[in-house]
C-alpha cells in the first residue's frame, strides 16, 4: 500500500504495562508527526520527526512517552508504565517535507485497563 | 495559548442541504490553515489548504474561506451528501518565530451527521 500504515490497529493493555506503537510513513515522506486523539477530542500534537532526529518533541506529556525513528523511516512511539488516561488514538503522519500535505494513518487504538 | 475553536460541536441536515461549519483560531503567528474530514474509524482525510494570502478555496462541494485579519474560517458543504457525515476538523499551523512553528493545532471538530 502507499499509504501511511500504522501497527497494531487495536492494543488493550494493563495498567503499568509498556507498549510499542509503530508507524510506516510513505516511502520517501521525511517529515513524521505523532498526534493523540482522545474521545471526543482534536488531535493534539505530541512530537515531529525530520528525518532521524526528532525536531519537535514539546507535545510529549511527560518522561513515560518517547518516540524514536532511527533510520528516519518507521518511527516507534514507546509508552512506560501506562496509565488508563493514556487511552486514546494514536495517529501518525508523514510529509514529503515540512509545511507540505499530511498524510494520516488510520491510528492505533490504545485502551488501558 | 495556541487554540482552534470550532463551532457547531454537531450538527444534522437532510441529505441535499447546504450547511457552514466554523472555525476560530489564535495561533499567532499564522502559517496556514487546513480543514480535514474523518471518517469514523479512519484517519483524518485533508480537504483545503490556505495561507494568510488566500480567501476562498474550494474542493468539488467543499468551500472553505480565510479572514487572517478576524483569525476566522469557515467550511461551506453544497449539496449535502450521506458519505458527507463525518467529523469535519479545523487545523492551524504556525509560521517561524512563534512558538508554534512546525506544530498544528486542531480543533475538537463538528459531528456532522446527514440524513436521507
Known amino acids: 500500500g502507499a499509504g501511511v500504515s500504522q501497527t497494531p490497529s487495536n492494543k488493550v493493555t494493563e495498567k503499568g504495562k509498556y507498549v510499542e506503537l509503530r508507524c510506516d510513513p510513505i516511502?520517501?515522506?521525511?517529515?513524521l508527526y505523532w498526534y493523540r486523539q482522545s474521545l471526543g477530542q482534536g488531535p493534539e500534537f505530541l512530537i515531529y520527526?525530520?528525518?532521524?532526529?526528532?525536531?519537535?518533541d514539546s507535545g510529549l506529556p511527560n518522561d513515560r512517552f518517547f518516540a524514536v525513528r532511527p533510520e528516519g523511516s518507521v518511527s516507534t512511539l514507546k509508552i512506560q508504565r501506562t496509565e488508563r488516561g493514556d487511552s486514546a488514538v494514536y495517529l501518525c503522519?508523514?510529509?514529503?517535507?515540512?509545511?507540505?500535505?499530511?498524510?494520516f494513518g488510520a491510528g492505533t487504538r490504545l485502551s488501558v485497563l | 495559548k495556541n487554540q482552534v475553536e470550532q463551532s457547531p460541536q454537531s450538527l444534522i441536515i437532510l441529505e441535499g442541504k447546504n450547511c457552514t461549519l466554523q472555525?476560530?483560531?489564535?495561533?499567532?503567528?499564522?502559517?496556514?490553515l487546513r480543514w480535514y474530514k474523518q471518517d469514523t474509524g479512519r484517519g483524518p482525510v485533508s480537504l483545503t489548504i490556505?495561507?494568510?494570502?488566500?480567501n476562498t478555496k474550494s474542493n468539488g462541494r467543499y468551500t472553505a474561506t480565510l479572514d487572517a485579519d478576524t483569525k476566522q474560517s469557515s467550511l461551506h458543504i453544497t449539496a449535502s451528501q450521506l458519505s458527507d457525515s463525518a467529523s469535519y476538523i479545523c487545523?492551524?499551523?504556525?509560521?517561524?518565530?512563534?512558538?508554534?512553528?512546525?506544530?498544528?493545532?486542531f480543533g475538537q471538530g463538528t459531528i456532522l451527521t446527514v440524513h436521507p
Open positions: 503522519a508523514s510529509s514529503l517535507v515540512r509545511g507540505h500535505i499530511k498524510y
Open positions: 516511502s520517501g515522506h521525511t517529515a
Open positions: 520527526f525530520q528525518g532521524t532526529g526528532a525536531a519537535d
Open positions: 472555525c476560530n483560531y489564535t495561533v499567532s503567528p499564522f502559517s496556514n
Open positions: 490556505m495561507t494568510f494570502s488566500e
Open positions: 487545523v492551524v499551523s504556525g509560521r517561524a518565530g512563534g512558538t508554534s512553528y512546525g506544530k498544528l493545532t
